[in-house]
């Protein structure tokens, strides 16, 4: 990988309508599949008498990932353009995608939209916008795709960027930010080069659309946020936690405050890989030491921050939850395991405050008695614990959890007011 800018990219749309076949198509014209892979693959198409296999390699390594891809890691594929670094959330599952999503496992930055030119319109098309927009992805690039189906004509096009015009209008993203392209994954169309078969389109192809995609804002303006995974004793140096910088930056002589443990003191030292550094920035891994604070006054889900703007802690908090699999109904009361960050703690659901319609975004229903698998809903947590979380809004990389039960991540969800303690 260069050092060239990264970018998280998902791959949203209904089922069928070609997510995969994009997603290796683009592995496969950035080159991003290694040369000795498709010259073996090649030669193996060669003895059995078929060319042109190098794209069906990839294809097939795509489904074999999606044949072991139940668990909670989602294939990550990289490929670069001449700006960026992307690392691509495939997401074939509906249900890992949303839940992948939400718990910002790898938070998506921009995404493209894969409607297929035959089917237009699917319900989840517009789960897939909806979510896209409540997570707060940026940019939209709409492929319409499967253009080798309707004979490349404009009319079938036009007919299908009119529908998902609509639909973003509906769930209020401004259809004037979304690209439309018409595009052909399985041929190749206006994927990496302009197609001979659409003389009607002189917009960007997709590559170009990608390669133009405003840049992430990096989360430095940020005030620090850093959740402890694990703190050490270390013979020569003292207490020294360790966590990933998610936001701001970490200097040494900064005074710094551990909540909720609600300890504080001045950062000494602070090492990446084995060596000192002066400061640490966002993605950074860390181990540091802040005099005066001991291995049992802090632990494992404690977030550090700038002593004057400390880390939020939550007497409770409002959030919008999306049910991924429950076996009954989610009500009043109910008290999982809350994932956010590196903390694991047990929170209430005090109230179903609002049920929201996963296709527009409207509320659907005033505090509903229950909640169940497929709905979005807006809820008032209290965690049984102190629990360190920020509005998703302010601090989206501390802003996201997933709720655990019975072995499974039964919702997911993004923090959208926090009462404080
Ligand atoms: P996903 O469920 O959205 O990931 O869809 P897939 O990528 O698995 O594609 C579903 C089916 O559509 C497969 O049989 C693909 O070969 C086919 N397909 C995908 N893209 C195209 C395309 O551009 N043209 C045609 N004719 N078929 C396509």
């Known amino acids: 990988m260069s050092d ?50 190098e794209f069906a390699y990839v294809m097939d ?28 959330v495939d997401c074939p599952g509906h249900r890992d995608f949303v839940k992948n999503m939400i718990t910002g496992a790898s938070q998506a930055d921009n995404a493209v ?24 992805i940026g940019e939209l690039v709409v492929g319409v795709n499967k253009m080798d189906l309707v004979d490349y004509g404009e009319s079938e096009y036009k007919q299908v960027v009119e529908e ?28 990496a080069e302009e197609s001979e078969n659409t003389d009607w389109y002189d917009g960007e192809i997709l590559l170009e659309a990608l390669n133009n995609l405003p840049a992430p804002e990096p989360p430095t303006d940020a005030p620090l946020r ?46 990446m890989h084995h060596e000192e550094v002066p400061k640490a920035e966002p993605g950074d891994n860390v181990g540091f030491n802040v005099r005066g604070v001991g291995k049992d006054d802090i632990r494992r889900g404690d977030v550090c921050g700038p002593a004057d703007d400390p880390p939020s802690v939550a007497e ?8 991924m ?28 405050d609002k049920k929201i319609d996963p296709s527009s975004g409207e509320v659907a ?17 209290r965690p049984q614990k102190p629990l360190s979380i920020e509005p998703s809004s302010e601090i989206p990389e501390l802003g996201s959890f997933a709720i655990r039960d019975m072995g499974q991540t039964i919702a997911a969800g993004k923090v959208l007011g926090v009462n404080e303690r």
């Open 365 to 381: 229903e005033e505090n509903p008695d229950f909640i169940q698998n497929g709905d979005a809903a807006v809820v008032t947590v």
């Open 226 to 271: 850093l959740p402890i995974q694990d703190v050490y004793t270390i013979s020569g140096i003292g207490t020294v936690p360790v966590g990933r910088v998610e936001t701001g930056i970490l200097n040494t002589g900064d005074n710094v405050s551990f909540q909720p443990s609600d300890v504080s003191g001045e950062v000494k030292t602070v090492e």
């Open 61 to 88: 390594n795509l489904a074999e990932e999606r044949e072991r891809g139940v668990t909670i890691d989602i294939a990550h594929q990289e490929f670069s353009t001449d700006t960026y670094d992307f690392t691509i």
């Open 316 to 323: 409770t908090f409002q959030a919008q939850i999306v049910v």
């Open 113 to 136: 939209l894969v409607v297929a030119a035959d089917d237009g319109v699917q319900p989840q098309t517009q789960e897939h916008v909806f979510l896209a927009r409540t997570l707060g």
């Open 325 to 352: 699999q429950h076996p009954s109904v989610i009500t009043e009361g109910y008290t999982p395991v809350f994932h956010a960050h590196t903390a694991q703690v047990a929170c209430t659901v005090e109230s179903i």
């Open 4 to 53: 060239e800018q990264h970018q998280n990219l998902a791959i949203i749309g209904h089922v069928d309508h070609g997510k995969s076949t994009l997603v290796g198509r683009l592995l496969y014209e950035t080159g991003s599949v290694p040369e000795h892979v498709i010259e073996q693959h090649k030669e193996e198409a060669e003895e059995k008498g078929k060319g042109g296999f």
């Open 164 to 191: 998902v015009k609509d639909l973003l209008t509906q769930v209020r993203f401004d259809p004037d930010n979304a690209k439309f392209i018409p595009l052909s994954a399985f041929e190749g169309d206006n994927v």
